[in-house]
């Protein structure tokens, strides 16, 4: 079984200032991660994936993730918010033993302050 | 412009009515699903469909119905809608299992 914990539900931050989403897993498998954003309205847009290369995973608009093994952690952050980043963002988890059985977490919502 | 296109996007039906949301992909890939979401759960996997001719239960599967037309199109229907049914539906599709392309949605209430 695979499950995801987004430790915040909700995150407000400045303009500016750094992003840090967190994310707790547990599967019973080599996971596979995956962060993805859905601005408002819209279908969710894939951010970063781990995939058991390197665990420090670099994504679309500046967004990073790392992936700690001995945390099952898999934390997403930006060092700079802009306003753009106004979103929901999921976790999401894959066990590697059906890809096609995606867990998702609760979901993220970010708002950033000018 | 590429993508998943899905239709109607908005949608109320009274309780009992039937309906069936399309979606259709234009990116060549293998795998399509159905995901719904509801506030503060993620999105839950309904049905996908690793090929065509191929469709499997997710996690939610109870009221719904799919089929798989061709390896561009994944239909969902709802035989007689409920309330607990009024969500939001998502398509998406994918070549390896990592979804890669999602549609704007559909916006269902059932009354």
């Known amino acids: 079984a695979q499950s995801v914990t987004q430790l915040d539900s909700h995150v407000s931050v400045s303009e500016g200032t750094p992003v840090l989403l967190r994310c707790n897993y547990s599967?019973?498998?080599?996971?596979?991660l995956f962060w993805y954003v859905q601005h408002p309205n819209k279908g969710l847009q894939l951010l970063l994936k781990?995939?058991?290369?390197?665990?420090l995973v670099k994504g679309i608009n500046g967004f990073e993730a790392e992936f700690k093994k001995s945390e099952t952690s898999f934390h997403l952050t930006k060092p700079s918010a802009h306003m753009s980043d106004a979103a929901e963002y999921f976790c999401v988890v894959s066990d590697g033993s059906n890809d096609y059985k995606l867990s998702f977490g609760a979901g993220t919502t970010v708002t950033v302050r000018a | 412009n590429a993508g998943v296109t899905q239709t109607p996007k908005f949608q109320v039906l009274k309780t009992g009515q039937s309906m069936t949301l399309q979606c259709a992909q234009d990116?060549?890939?293998?795998?399509m699903y159905w995901y719904r979401q509801d506030p503060g759960m993620g999105l839950r996997l309904i049905y996908y469909s690793a090929s065509e001719g191929t469709t499997d239960k997710g996690e939610v599967p109870n009221g719904y119905n799919v089929s798989r037309l061709n390896k561009r199109e994944f239909s969902l229907r709802l035989e007689s809608a409920a309330p607990s049914q009024t969500s939001v539906y998502f398509c998406?599709?994918?070549?390896?299992?990592?979804?890669?392309?999602f549609g704007s949605g559909t916006r269902l209430t059932v009354v």
């Open positions: 990116m060549n890939h293998n795998s």
């Open positions: 998406a599709s994918s070549v390896t299992g990592v979804l890669a392309l």
């Open positions: 599967s019973s498998y080599s996971p596979s």
């Open positions: 781990y995939t058991s290369a390197a665990t």
